[in-house]
Nanobody, 120 residues
C-alpha cells in the first residue's frame, strides 16, 4: 500500500490543522492506520492509531484531548485533527499502515511526511 500525507502547514499556537493521508494500492480496510511525528533532533514518536473499521483508537498522552484520529474507508483516507496546537507539536508528521493493531509498535508501510510548524 502507498501512503501520501497532506495538510501540513504553518499555524499559530492554539490553532488547528487537519492532516489527511490517502492510501492506494491495497484494500484500505485491511489496514490499521497510524500517525507518527518527528521533531528536529528527536526520534520519531507515536501519535495515534486507528483500527480497521475505526471503532478503536489510541492516542499518545501528549496529544490526548487535543488530537483526534479518524478514517473514511470509502475514501481510503485517514485523518488527524489537531486542535489547541502547541509549539512542541512542530514536527514532520507521517502516516503509516499495518495489518495488525499494536499501539506505538512498529508499522510496515510508511508515507512521506508533511511538515507542521506551530508558531508563537
Amino acid at each position: 500500500v502507498q501512503l501520501q500525507a497532506s495538510g501540513g502547514g504553518l499555524v499559530q499556537a492554539g490553532g488547528s490543522l487537519r492532516l489527511s493521508c490517502a492510501a492506494s494500492g491495497g484494500t484500505f480496510s485491511n489496514y490499521v492506520m497510524g500517525w507518527f511525528r518527528q521533531a528536529p533532533g528527536k526520534e520519531r514518536e507515536f501519535v495515534g492509531i486507528i483500527s480497521w473499521s475505526g471503532d478503536l483508537t489510541d492516542l499518545a498522552d501528549a496529544v490526548k484531548g487535543r488530537f483526534t484520529i479518524s478514517r473514511d474507508n470509502a475514501k481510503n483516507t485517514v485523518y488527524l485533527q489537531m486542535n489547541s496546537l502547541k509549539l512542541e507539536d512542530t514536527a514532520v508528521y507521517y502516516c503509516a499502515a499495518d495489518l495488525y493493531y499494536n499501539p506505538s509498535g512498529p508499522m510496515d508501510y510508511w508515507g512521506k511526511g508533511t511538515q507542521v510548524t506551530v508558531s508563537s
